[in-house]
């Protein structure tokens, strides 16, 4: 990734981007990437904007992008399946609400929260407005910022105070209300990234495995990753787990969903067979099986939610993954 441009583009409906949570989050090369310029999205009639730009070096080895938030939702509910990524939002707006799985209940989130990389839907419920910052990470990037191993936190977000603490969450959501803008915002951010950044242990290890990972779209064979990297399993999915919260199995699984999902076109007939052909599932059964267990729902019925979404808010700025939980 490069420094970030010096001024804000619009999107066409081609290019927008894919909004998650009280925010959006994007993952590998699929979703917003925008490179070296800023991005702003504008959803339709609903009303909501969108501002992101990829931070400067050495950030953009970890982040995706930074990210503005501001306006309302397409529906009160939106279901975010499972992605390589991680997230962390500063809630600057009023409380919204997360639902980590259907076993779990609904918790209320004031001043944002961090979210590792899941590996179940997750249910977002928003307030009439929502207005947000946020950090779109790559699925290694948020462990120098956690006091904790990722593992702790996964399928379980947590507030941001639970992570930096409570006065320094404050005084920085003070700051970022008061800003010029949300290209001010975005720096403030940046910086106060920038401060916390910390040297990782086995970061390295797990950032190049993981992007060979990424490349291969989750087709690598794991004993090759191990043999590659000239460490033991054992020793790879342990770093795996403490940095981004997954084993490698599981993030090779996940990326594979994600690429898979991307290939549908949901302007026209889908033949589901060849779709689980070229992802690299054993049948359309697998492929069945594996939607369910990321989704909830199956791949027909994903289909006609994604379609309503599309129907309903054409070119809206967050239309690419979230679903319709209504």
Known sequence: MSPTGPSPTHMSAAGRSSGIAAGTMPAAALLDHPGARCRRGVGDAVGMEYVSRVPRPP???????????????PYARLMLPPMPAALL????????????????????????CVVT?????????????????????????????????????????????????????????DRLTTADGPHEMLT????????????????????????????????????????????SSTHLAQRFKELIGVTPKRLARTHRFFATVFAINFAGPIDWGDLAGGGGYFDQAHFGHE??????????????VRRRFLREHPGHALDSWPLPAD
């Open 188 to 231: 403030l951010l940046e910086e106060e990234l920038m401060r916390r950044l910390c040297e990782t242990a086995g970061l390295g290890l797990v950032r190049h495995t993981s992007s060979v990972v990424a490349a291969s779209r989750g087709a690598v064979a794991i004993g090759d990753l191990r043999v590659a990297a000239g460490v």
């Open 117 to 173: 990389m899941p590996t179940r839907a997750l249910e977002f419920g928003y307030p009439l407005r929502t207005r947000s910052v946020g950090v779109h990470f790559k699925p290694w990037g948020l462990a120098p910022f956690l006091p904790m191993p990722a593992a702790e936190l996964r399928d379980r977000p947590v507030t941001v105070e639970q992570v930096w603490g409570r006065p320094a969450i404050a005084e920085l959501r």
């Open 89 to 112: 939002i500063v809630n600057l707006g009023a409380p919204f609400r997360i639902r980590a799985g259907t076993d779990i209940e609904t918790a209320e989130y004031a001043d944002g």
């Open 59 to 73: 950030l953009d080895g970890l982040i995706d992008d930074l990210y503005y938030l501001e306006g309302a939702a």
């Open 291 to 304: 939607f369910r267990e990321f989704t909830g729902l199956t791949p027909t019925r994903y289909v006609e």
